[in-house]
């Protein structure tokens, strides 16, 4: 943890440069060598970005970030350049034809034609409003009882039974939100600037071409999603405001208002998986022991070595994310729980990743890195086929809740997706709109997306500003659309699952062992899938978790 030095750095980098290459076994001497040394880069990136993570106010975390990010980052761009561009003048470049080196030859080669030395400065600073951003989030907070909470302990409360406490909360959420609106605004906008400007410089007409190369999305474009989009809009939409006028009526309201969109519409008490996050850790242990048990192995051993930080708490950063730290091979997993079932589910999400890390570490570095349509469908595959294995964590009855919620969950985010992905397509191609512009454009987007059965009045202001709290806009933008198509994935898998759990289990593990060797779609038929995102496949999945919520129901 922070043992590299910049003048490690730079050696390091030197050493590379002038290592002779005069035969194919020097060639992958070289690249072994290079392999081992930008993982141990990665691992200090990684860990300075994850301290300052989880404590938002240390200062020297913050220092040490920022040093990365100002003085290190620099060396790190020019440096990788004159590497890759040393490999591509190699003569022995073809004679190699290990597994994985075609995708990390092509990956080298779109860096090449990607680099220009005047976004350098361009993306060190956007590195530091990342950081930023989760600063700002991370000292949101709200008074209740005499006690601060953090937004995630508020929002716990929005799931009480007490109409008028959850309206007390939401009110008082909305106000700290609305605090940092026109911070928040400002940060995106200087943040959209920049992007605009690094793909002017490397020369695309937009941010959006410049990231779909950039994110090396060859097996779709950007008018795929804008057929994604579509789809969602006509075949889930209506899913969603079927669910939203059931809850309507089981709730007995005249209006829904956006603090009933939480709690039970029955009147049971929120479900409660766990108290604190050691019970979390032991029972998710249990649960992977059951399903596989060197799952749970993998588990035990990123606890021994302190890579969980899984409760909410002050100036902690929002969100939750699974770093994979290449050097040790073991990852680092962030969430922020408050005994929740959402909380459950993310703890699986992320242990998807983890495993996905586990299973692709016999790889080199270089090819173990997958793209995120690939890395989404092990997280999102993982909430699925675990939920009959979630009685770990309830009792019979609750289980069944547990489970409706999940497929109602898996379906209704789409919309979302389907819109933050719609939302940041607008934000790149017209770059130069206002902060009220773009706050109208999102709330055009809820009429689009949004079921419209929800009362906004008196917060309409708080419907326009929800994409604030989407960190992906601010940290790693267009990163969204991948959790749709993976969730079309993970369902096709878990209908697998169903007819067939151990032969799905080991398609699965082989198709994550794969890391990033493979191409998307043939990841995706090693796990006995298609990487489809048709509207005819959609709604076929749609009706498929449709049918399964109704047998859960009856």
């Not at 079932?341 to 993310?346: E, G, I």
């Not at 009959?388 to 209704?412: M, N, V």
């Not at 489809?532 to 129901?553: D, G, R, T, W």
Request: hydrophobic letters at 40%; charged letters at 20%; one cysteine or more.
């Amino acid at each position: 943890m922070n043992s590299m030095t910049k003048e490690i750095l730079v050696s390091g980098y030197d050493h590379l440069l002038q290592f002779p290459i005069s035969s194919l076994n020097d060639f992958q001497t070289w690249l072994q060598n290079r392999a081992t040394f930008e993982a141990q880069v990665e691992e200090e990136s990684g860990w300075r970005y994850i301290k300052t993570t989880t404590h938002t106010n240390d200062e020297q975390a913050q220092q040490a970030f920022e040093e990365f990010s100002t003085e290190w980052y620099p060396i790190i761009a020019e440096k990788a350049h004159e590497l890759n561009q040393k490999m591509l003048q190699c003569p022995f470049i073809e004679q190699l034809s290990e597994p994985g080196f075609h995708r990390y030859l092509h990956d080298v080669k779109k860096q090449v034609q990607l680099f220009r030395e005047e976004n350098i400065p361009l993306e060190t600073e956007l590195r530091l409003l990342g950081n930023e951003y989760g600063n700002i989030m991370g000292t949101l907070e709200i008074e209740h009882q005499g006690k601060s909470l953090t937004l995630q302990q508020a929002a716990k409360l929005l799931k009480e039974n007490d109409r008028a406490l959850r309206e007390s909360i939401y009110r008082k959420i909305g106000a700290a939100r609305l605090e940092k609106r026109d911070q928040l605004n400002h940060l995106l906008s200087k943040m959209i600037q920049l992007r605009h400007q690094m793909a002017l410089n490397a020369g695309f007409p937009n941010y959006l071409e410049y990231k779909f190369v950039e994110l090396g999305r060859t097996d779709y474009t950007p008018a795929d999603c804008l057929q994604f989009h579509q789809a969602v809009e006509q075949a889930i939409v209506p899913i969603n405001r079927t669910f939203a006028q059931l809850r309507k009526e089981q709730l007995q309201v005249e209006n829904l208002r956006p603090w009933d969109l939480k709690v039970d519409p029955l009147g049971r008490a929120p479900l409660s998986p766990f108290q604190t996050a050691a019970e979390l850790i032991e029972k998710s242990k249990n649960l992977f022991q059951r399903l596989d048990p060197s799952m749970a192995e993998w588990l035990k051993t990123m606890e021994e070595h302190q890579r969980l930080d899984l409760e909410s708490r002050a100036h902690k950063a929002p969100g939750g994310y699974q770093y994979p730290l290449p050097h040790s091979g073991i990852p680092f997993i962030f969430m922020n729980a408050t005994g929740t079932m959402a909380d459950l589910s993310t703890m699986v999400h992320e242990m998807g990743h983890a495993v996905h890390t586990q299973l692709a570490n016999s790889l080199s570095t270089l090819y173990q890195n997958p793209p995120m349509e690939v890395a989404e469908l092990a997280s999102m595959s993982m909430e699925l086929v675990t939920m009959d294995l979630w009685d770990e964590f309830f009792g019979a009855e609750e289980l069944l809740r547990a489970k409706e919620d999940q497929l109602q969950d898996a379906i209704g985010m789409l919309p979302w997706i389907a819109q933050v992905d719609a939302f940041q397509h607008w934000l790149y191609i017209n770059p130069n709109h206002t902060s009220e512009e773009r706050e109208n454009h999102w709330q055009s987007l809820n009429e689009r997306f949004g079921t419209g059965m929800v009362d906004f009045t008196g917060f309409e202001i708080l419907q326009k500003i929800a994409w604030q709290g989407q960190l992906h806009i601010y940290e790693v933008p267009f990163y969204y659309i991948e959790y749709g198509f993976a969730q079309l994935g993970a369902i096709a898998l878990w209908r697998n699952f169903l007819g067939n759990p151990t032969q799905c289990l080991e398609n699965y593990k082989k198709a994550l062992a794969l890391g990033n060797t493979e191409s998307i779609p043939n990841v995706y038929e090693t796990a006995g899938i298609s990487f489809n995102f048709s509207p005819e496949y959609l709604k076929e999945l749609a009706s498929f978790v449709s049918q399964e919520f109704q047998k859960i129901k009856a």
